[in-house]
């Protein structure tokens, strides 16, 4: 089996790229005449009687589906207790400063001021964490939890 990507102009390596002669398309993501090149390719090995297997995958379909698919594959291995893996695979938990005191024990199942989102009701100051599950995380989004138990 042979797998072709479409070559991807991406921040870490568009210099190099441009710098043997490609040119970035104008959807600011491949470089001209990948898709063709490809395209060539799967036809001369069919034209010349080949035999082997030749997948050829688009950059629109890895960031659509392979990415995804990668990130959730890579949250479901690595989540832990507090974590909550979402469709995008991305991670969800709680970090909080202050809790209800009299749920003080099930908090310490726990990594300090780490919760499981099904246990927001238990606290009085935090927020939502989503992270990639990548070394470092990357947060992509905080919100505050509002629970007026005073």
Not at 8 to 31: H, V
Not at 87 to 100: C, H, P, R, S
Not at 124 to 133: F, L, N, S
């Amino acid at each position: 089996i042979l797998n072709l990507n479409e070559l991807e102009f991406t921040e870490t390596n568009a210099y190099a790229l441009m710098s043997r002669g490609y040119i970035m398309a104008p959807d600011y993501r491949t470089a001209q005449g990948s898709m063709k090149a490809a395209i060539n390719t799967i036809n001369w090995a069919k034209e010349n009687g080949y035999t082997v297997t030749i997948h050829y995958c688009p950059v629109e379909v890895k960031d659509t589906y392979q990415t995804g698919l990668r990130h959730y594959r890579k949250s479901s291995l690595s989540a832990l207790e507090y974590n909550t893996v979402t469709d995008d695979g991305t991670l969800i938990e709680i970090l909080y400063e202050e809790i209800d005191q009299e749920y003080i024990n099930i908090a310490l199942n726990y990594p300090p001021q780490k919760l499981p989102i099904f246990l927001e009701d238990i606290v009085k100051k935090g927020k939502y964490i989503e992270k990639t599950p990548t070394k470092p995380p990357i947060i992509l989004e905080e919100e505050k939890i509002t629970n007026d138990k005073q």
